[in-house]
């Protein structure tokens, strides 16, 4: 109780000293009971909660120490301090070791953790380093990473260092506090203790999942912060084992929450086991698979799967629902888009050769995960994303329309094709600024449907949606874009290219369409009169690369397909 005054007060050295007397009080405790006759076991449980007691106090302050700065400043103390507590606390029941030797009811106290036992070592009180060696791991691996870390700044350090620590002890407060529950299941004297010992149980290991994860999370943001550096390459072994880490406490926390039946923590965990996953996926840890990314977006798919499964429904907690519902759908999504690539490569182009026609298996292996990203941002309101995955469909559509076995299937795989560019069309139309560029390639790639369908109909929708971009070269989305950042140097550049994209495919079409009117031996003549106004047009804009700005380029570019597109109503 001394010591859990002076945590709450950040008295470190008082709460150092309270720590250390309590364990070797503990010891002396043991020592006096070994020479009662008889067994008291009232005593020797009080001595077991007593032990737990102390743990937990020392869990709880490594754990403090690594979430408050307060420690510092106030408590003057620092992570190696705290660490030595807790080797201190440990070392005062090894160190009596002729005492504590002999089998009996205090044997538990001298065994490892669960977390050592299971680490084989690597973590411990003398090993905070939070690395895990895994069987795929090389010794000098596991080494390097070690130095990686040890790298970081103090303060980023001592707190990945403490938290192991709070592990170890947690880890051994839980071990004996089950003892003792397995224990009471069989004694009938200790009934007042039945619904104490469980809420403390849970309560620790809460605590030990908080730890955890956030061991995951710190090894995750060192990794991230060494895969954007530029030694990449040199650092790909020693990320294996710092992802292979995080996995790991992740893994430890998710079961731990699973064991207290902490459902919003449970599934916030699995958000974190699909962040490991889509990292794995990166160039760097790549392996002799040929699949390999597309297996590590499956995995990160499965876990927000497991996320939904253990949250059962929305209610249980809505916001971690809607946030893990969210992040499914970009990985199906993004799942979806890999396959698709690796399956049919890259570009828009349609396939034309029979032979390159994908089985149903594999066409469901794309589509699938696709519409479901759909299903869920439709059902979570998310119209923005609902519209981009409409997009990867329709580009799928748009690829294998003209490969099919049937004219049936060729039929029905135009139509989807039509329906998805349409629908992500009707979004992106009155999309919110900051969105011209998708919009003008949503366009581009519509109008490439409609013109590979033969007619004079489809010719004239392909034009028809070309000019429909017109408005994202206008002065209003320029404005928009300078007010987003006062020198939005790359969307003006992406914008100039687009523009220059828009304006040739633009009358490209017009002469499709007027041949098409000569062949009809008519006196119409309306595509031809506005083939002239989009030649005079082009000719007025008049862009030097050396003098125009790109803001120049674009309001020029703008005024001549605004004018085609005048024309063409007129």
């Known amino acids: 109780r001394l010591a859990e005054y002076h945590l709450n007060n950040y008295r470190s050295s008082s709460a150092m000293q309270a720590l250390r007397s309590s364990a070797r009080k503990i010891v002396d405790s043991v020592s006096l009971l070994r020479l009662r006759s008889g067994s008291d076991l009232s005593l020797q449980r009080s001595v077991k909660h007593q032990f737990t007691w102390l743990w937990e106090h020392c869990g709880h302050f490594a754990r403090s120490f690594a979430a408050d700065e307060h420690w510092r400043d106030r408590g003057h103390a620092c992570g190696d301090d705290v660490i030595s507590v807790l080797q201190d606390a440990q070392a005062a029941f090894s160190d009596d070791s002729d005492m504590l030797a002999e089998n009996g009811w205090w044997s538990m106290f001298l065994e490892d953790t669960p977390i050592c036992q299971l680490t084989k070592g690597k973590v411990s009180l003398f090993q905070v380093s939070g690395l895990i060696s895994g069987q795929k791991n090389k010794e000098d691996d596991y080494n390097e990473a070690k130095k990686l870390l040890n790298q970081q700044k103090v303060l980023q350090r001592d707190r990945r260092q403490v938290l192991v620590a709070a592990i170890v002890a947690y880890s051994r407060a839980i071990w004996v506090l089950e003892k003792m529950l397995e224990a009471d299941e069989q004694q009938t004297d200790f009934e007042e203790h039945s619904v104490v010992g469980p809420a403390i149980l849970i309560l620790l290991r809460q605590r030990l999942g908080d730890a955890c994860n956030e061991i995951g999370k710190i090894m995750l943001t060192e990794l991230r912060r060494n895969m954007s550096s530029e030694n990449q390459k040199s650092f790909s072994s020693a990320g294996r084992v710092i992802l292979s880490s995080a996995e790991f406490w992740f893994k430890e926390g998710l079961e731990t929450f699973r064991k207290c039946n902490d459902l919003p923590n449970l599934a916030l965990l699995c958000c974190n086991l699909c962040q490991c996953s889509k990292l794995r996926a990166n160039s760097i840890f790549a392996t002799s698979e040929p699949n390999h990314v597309e297996l590590c977006l499956q995995s990160a798919a499965d876990h927000l799967v497991a996320a939904h499964d253990a949250l059962g429904q929305r209610d249980t907690d809505r916001v971690t629902w809607d946030m893990v519902s969210q992040e499914l759908a970009a990985t199906f999504l993004v799942l979806g888009v890999r396959r698709r690539q690796s399956l049919l490569g890259g570009g828009t182009t349609p396939l034309l050769h029979n032979t390159l026609r994908l089985s149903p298996g594999q066409e469901r292996s794309i589509v699938k995960p696709m519409e479901k990203a759909l299903q869920i941002y439709e059902d979570s309101g998310n119209a923005h994303q609902a519209a981009a995955a409409h997009y990867q469909l329709a580009l799928f559509f748009a690829r294998v329309w003209t490969c099919q076995r049937d004219e049936t299937k060729t039929r029905d795989k135009l139509s989807a094709a039509f329906a998805h560019y349409n629908a992500a069309y009707a979004y992106f139309q009155h999309a919110p600024p900051g969105n011209e560029s998708t919009f003008v390639l949503l366009c581009l790639d519509l109008a490439n449907l409609y013109a590979a369908v033969s007619g004079e109909e489809c010719l004239s929708k392909a034009l028809d949606r070309c000019l429909g971009s017109v408005d994202s070269f206008g002065v209003e989305a320029v404005e928009a874009a300078q007010q987003r950042q006062p020198q939005p140097t790359d969307w003006f550049e992406k914008m100039v290219t687009l523009a220059k994209t828009v304006e040739e495919r633009v009358l490209k079409l017009i002469v499709s369409l007027v041949k098409l009117e000569k062949t009809r ?50």
């Open 521 to 570: 031996n008519t006196s119409a003549a309306r595509f031809k009169d506005v083939y002239r106004v989009a030649l005079t047009a082009k000719m007025s804009m008049n862009i030097d690369q050396k003098k125009d700005t790109h803001i120049d380029q674009v309001r020029k570019y703008h005024n001549c397909l605004d004018e085609i597109k005048r024309a063409l109503k007129s």
